[in-house]
């Protein structure tokens, strides 16, 4: 069966996402366009994930826990987990093993931390954007280590892809997806980079803002919609 998917979103935690992504607007939001599941998938974090998880089972949508990571060679890379709990023991990893600057709010804005209620909770200090110390060529292990998977965000961009910073895909990263910003640039890539025929390919909006979030047009075939189905069909 088909399900439509967003597997690339941040909320109000992430320093670049807007206050008014919270979990219960941004899940509801994915409710109305149209959604079956979507990964929240803020910087180097996963603290809001339970919040937008336990507002997907309230209203019918499934959320993958995740995170967008950053690699050492400021590569941005999505992860997905089948449990909340693996999500968190990478989130602390993660941020065991990254940049620590203080955040300054007046320039990123705030990351805060929220409940199912939108209630805050928590605010992390340390900015989220600095790079981890974790390279692009250990990022797919590292994550596997903790049950996820992951692979290369919007690949199409001219900066934070592993395109615009390595020029290619080595296949001894072990991605088996990658993400595209622009899916009409996927035929010109293929010609560009070979190795993409080779790797599923998902078209997810990246959204900051409650309007950058897209209406169901993208699908996922699997067997039953649940998270363990999505991170297969992705990592086959």
Do not use: W
């Amino acid at each position: 069966m088909k399900y439509y998917y967003d597997l690339h979103l941040h909320s109000c935690l992430s320093p670049c996402g807007d206050m008014d992504m919270t979990p219960n607007n941004l899940v509801n939001m994915a409710k109305l366009l149209g959604l079956d599941v979507i990964a929240l998938t803020d910087h180097n974090t996963s603290l809001n994930c339970e919040a937008a998880m336990k507002v997907g089972e309230a209203v019918g949508i499934l959320v993958i826990p995740g995170m967008e990571l950053t690699t050492a060679e400021d590569i941005h890379a999505v992860c997905l987990f089948p449990t909340l709990e693996k999500a968190l023991a990478f989130s602390e990893y993660v941020d065991n093993n990254r940049i620590k600057i203080k955040n300054k709010t007046q320039i990123y804005g705030r990351q805060v931390i929220m409940n199912e209620d939108d209630e805050e909770v928590g605010e992390i200090e340390h900015l989220l954007l600095p790079a981890s110390f974790i390279t692009i060529t250990e990022a797919y292990e590292k994550a596997k280590e903790f049950g996820g998977i992951c692979y290369p965000a919007h690949i199409d961009r001219d900066s934070l892809s592993i395109l615009s910073v390595l020029g290619e895909i080595d296949p001894a990263c072990g991605f088996k997806t990658a993400e595209l910003a622009d899916l009409s640039k996927l035929d010109t890539l293929k010609e560009q980079h070979p190795i993409l025929s080779d790797l599923h390919i998902v078209n997810c909006s990246d959204a900051h803002y409650l309007e950058n979030m897209r209406e169901a047009q993208n699908t996922l075939e699997l067997p039953a919609l649940t998270r363990e189905a999505v991170l297969a069909a992705l990592d086959s």
